[in-house]
């Protein structure tokens, strides 16, 4: 998750190793989890494509992210920045098409999303050392995009299942501040923290509105 390559000591690598490493397992054991559990609760191929969607881009963005973080050849390290940083465009819109598809509505909202995913995607891969704000920027806007267009799919949602999906974007957005304060010591490995905890909500919240959403 767009890291620098900024000088860290053995502790903030192996603390950042330890992060990646649990979230990966998380992921790959969970994900198996949610899909079956739509299948079984929903049943229809939407709901189960949503999730499975969902699933297969966390678990990428998550491995990337590790890829790219733990990675200290100078070689590689060029394409595991491409893929970390794109990684996260597909992420951000296969969160938002587990809900879009298990509610029915929104199919707009993710025909915009994956074609902004996709542009941000190739931004990164043409220039992935440029126009750092402006990925930034895109990474925002894609992840606040419901506000502006996603409140037919939030209808469709219960209090508790709305009040999790806020609450993951706002620590995703808190976690940035972390990214971007370079001087911290140990600011990688809270800025994943913070990426781990927001995605735990927003699994909690896909697997909220599965089971609320069964008939």
């Known amino acids: 998750m767009f890291a620098s390559r900024a000088t860290y000591s053995t502790p903030e690598l192996v603390s950042d190793g330890?992060?990646?490493?649990?979230g990966v397992v998380a992921a790959l054991s969970s994900v198996p989890v949610l899909i079956t559990l739509t299948a079984l609760k929903r049943g229809d191929p939407s709901a189960i494509a949503g999730t499975a969607i969902y699933g297969v881009t966390l678990i990428a963005m998550l491995l990337a992210s590790g890829l790219y973080n733990m990675n200290r050849s100078d070689r590689w390290t060029g394409l595991l920045r491409r893929m970390d940083h794109s990684a996260i465009y597909f992420k951000i819109a296969g969160t938002y098409t587990a809900f879009i598809l298990l509610?029915?509505?929104?199919l707009v909202l993710a025909a915009v999303l994956w074609i902004t995913a996709t542009a941000g995607a190739a931004l990164k891969i043409a220039a992935p050392y440029r126009f750092r704000w402006v990925g930034l920027a895109l990474y925002f806007c894609?992840?606040?995009?419901?506000?502006?267009?996603?409140?037919?799919?939030?209808?469709?949602?219960s209090a508790p299942v709305f009040a999790l999906v806020v609450l993951g974007g706002l620590i995703y957005s808190i976690g940035t501040l972390f990214y971007?304060?370079?001087?911290?010591?140990?600011?990688?490995?809270?800025?994943?923290v913070f990426v781990l905890a927001a995605s735990a909500v927003y699994y909690a919240a896909v697997t909220a509105h599965v089971m609320q959403t069964a008939t």
């Open 18 to 22: 330890v992060v990646h490493v649990l």
């Open 103 to 106: 509610s029915g509505t929104g």
């Open 142 to 157: 894609m992840g606040w995009a419901g506000v502006v267009g996603g409140w037919q799919v939030f209808a469709t949602m």
């Open 180 to 192: 971007l304060m370079e001087r911290l010591p140990f600011h990688n490995t809270l800025w994943h």
